[in-house]
């Protein structure tokens, strides 16, 4: 694993310097699965022609073209032309094209710093903060078709931290890889994991546990922050009414978890909630109707089947796992029909990995949607395209294949349900951040580099106290440009 893990990190260091070196070809033209590279600034126009394209949104189109410009879809039909002579042609012949996958449930990039778990209510913490662009995750999951995820907190608390909805552009600075208008989220947690988040209080443990231990007390724990967010929120409405007529008014205190918080109460963040039990899930519901928030997606939930009608009611949409099942006790009455029978009942469905493995084969889970419940094609592809999207309220910018979208757009070897099929070409919004034949060059380049040295990699000699830069930063500012 440690090898496999070495070769992928060494393929992900050439994608991106491939990415920050290379330049938009003139007049290329290139076969799906046979480009030029990596691309770090898309040309002006680029066409996909002779492709099956499922769009997610109007049905399949046979040997149909997209045009790409500026980043964009700017037509999709039967008969589309590129205007540009210099404009990049993908001959996509006996290719489909769907539309780049989005994962509304990752840790991909936070490995070992996903769970604040030192309190219940930890509102206050980022996750986009922490992403490592380095992680080899993410080049796999280019390769598998994935482009868009929702990288959340754990599931440690009650309240975890804010999220983050990043497209995997390998390469770029990671504030460049945030969706910019993507509502901002929070992670919260019902049941197992947060009342078994650590193990003090437990036979042998010298310390007392941390509160909540029950399903009652994580319900509490949401209630009572709620209402100390409601607090804050009256003391600085106060004050910015006593203002205006008294310059000696104090403000409050800042409390930037109670910040996040009043976000939720004024719908300017959602509240994506990890949750199994249809027990919990109603919990929740009714404690939203309470306290004046709403729920907008429950993770994972896979007793969904039990309250679809009420998740429905709620405009409560459900992302959750295709056929896992007795991992946990709360997994006990899961079963493989649970996205179609939600799905039969009004709730917007999604498949979702959290993990870093099954995000780069979400296309494969989108297909057992169809034997399990017989869903329809199209109704599969948007579990993983346009549902997700409309579950983070990016819908207007990516999931379909629509005119003005971004071109956010995977171009497999056949169609994507099959188990043989291969993610050829993986684009964001127009730039190619994944093209096999490319890497499978690039591997060709690290073996002779192996074969080289030996066949061993030499050690990287640094002081541990003092690590050198990784290539896209800037030396530190007591040193000089080599």
């Known amino acids: ?14 994608a991106m310097v491939a990415s920050a070196f290379a330049q938009a070809g003139g007049n290329a033209k290139l076969a799906a699965g046979a480009s030029s590279g990596v691309t770090a600034t898309a040309p002006g126009e ?29 037509e999709v039909g039967p008969n589309v032309k590129a205007r540009d002579p210099n404009a990049r042609v993908i001959d996509a012949t006996g290719k489909y094209v769907t539309p780049g996958i989005i994962d509304c449930h990752s840790h991909t990039g936070v490995e070992g710093s996903v769970n604040e778990g030192s309190l219940s209510v930890t509102a206050m913490v980022r996750i986009r903060d922490v992403i490592d662009p380095y992680s080899p995750a993410i080049y796999r999951e280019l390769a598998g078709g994935t482009t868009t995820a929702n990288v959340l907190h754990g599931s440690a608390n009650s309240i975890g931290g804010q999220n983050a909805v990043v497209k995997w552009k390998i390469g770029k600075p990671v504030d460049q890889w945030l969706v910019p208008d993507a509502p901002q989220g929070i992670k919260f947690a019902l ?32 209630r009572e922050a709620f209402v100390r967010a409601k607090d804050y929120r009256r003391e600085w409405q106060e004050y910015d009414a006593k203002k205006a007529s008294d310059k000696t008014a104090i403000p409050p205190r800042r409390d930037l978890m109670l910040d996040a918080l009043v976000e939720i109460l004024e719908g300017k963040r959602m509240v994506h909630s990890h949750s199994y039990r249809d027990d919990e899930i109603l919990m929740l519901l009714n404690l939203s109707d309470e306290l004046g928030f709403h729920v907008q997606t429950l993770q994972h939930v896979l007793e969904g089947y039990k309250v679809a009608k009420e998740m429905a009611a709620h405009k409560t949409g459900g992302s959750t796992f295709s056929d896992w099942w007795a991992y946990k006790l709360e997994a006990y009455d899961a079963i493989p029909y649970n996205a179609a029978l939600m799905a039969s009942r009004g709730v917007i469905v999604s498949m979702n990995s959290d993990s870093d493995e099954l995000a780069r084969r979400l296309y494969l889970e989108a297909a057992k949607a169809m034997k399990y419940g017989g869903v329809s094609e199209e109704e599969a592809l948007r579990m993983v395209t346009l549902n997700p ?49 490319e890497d499978l060059k690039q591997r060709e380049v690290l073996k002779r580099e192996r074969d080289q040295r030996g066949g061993s990699r030499q050690p990287r000699i640094e002081r541990p106290d003092e690590p050198q830069p990784r290539p896209n930063e800037s030396p530190r500012p007591n040193e000089k440009e080599p």
């Open 1 to 14: 694993m440690k090898k496999t893990n070495a070769i992928l990190s060494s393929l992900l260091t050439l």
């Open 46 to 74: 680029t066409l996909i022609k002779n492709a099956t394209i499922m769009t997610a949104s109007h049905g399949t189109i046979n040997n149909g073209s997209i045009l790409i410009r500026d980043g964009k879809i700017a």
């Open 191 to 222: 049941g197992e994991n947060p009342k078994q988040s650590n193990s003090q209080g437990r036979p042998g443990a010298t310390a007392a546990r941390r509160y909540p231990a029950t399903r009652m007390g994580v319900e509490e724990t949401i």
């Open 389 to 437: 999207a409309i579950q983070l309220g990016i819908d207007k910018r990516t999931g379909s294949i629509d005119v003005g979208k971004d071109a956010d757009l995977v171009i497999f070897s056949q169609h994507p349900f099959p188990v043989y099929t291969m993610a050829e070409m993986t684009m964001i919004e127009g730039e190619v951040y994944f093209a096999r034949n």
